[in-house]
């Protein structure tokens, strides 16, 4: 049975590749810690502000960016969510289909539970 904190983590998650999906930056400035960087699996690195900016240019129009397998453990104010993501869309008008495993953190802080880094792994052909 998960903890009240880890069922809180999952559903933060959730609430994060969802609004990455809408490219709804104000939710995902509220997720995303300062500070955080998220590590993709072809050595691409990308900060807050340049996440966020990607979210508000609108040039990411996804069909589908969501993730299941999710498992969430925590040690004290750290925890870790790893899921599977699938996602299909178009990038500048480029159709994109991919799948991939990624690996979150998030911390504790006075105002709750934040998205401090992440890290995916390889692509893997999506659905078509």
Known sequence: MPSPDETEL???????????????????DRILLDGMVLVTGSG????KKELLEEARSGRV???????????????????????F??????DAG?????????TD????????????HGQSGARQPGPV
């Open 10 to 28: 999952a559903q933060l998650d959730i609430d994060y590749q969802s609004a990455v999906e809408r490219n709804d930056a104000p939710t995902m």
């Open 44 to 47: 691409r690195t990308y900060s």
């Open 61 to 83: 129009v996804y069909e589908r960016q969501d993730a299941d397998q999710r498992s969430v453990r925590q040690w004290g104010d750290t925890a870790v969510v790893t899921a």
């Open 85 to 90: 993501l699938t996602a299909k869309g178009t």
């Open 105 to 116: 953190t998030y911390i504790r802080t006075p105002t709750g539970w934040r998205y401090a």
């Open 94 to 102: 480029t159709p994109f289909s991919y799948c991939v495993w990624y």
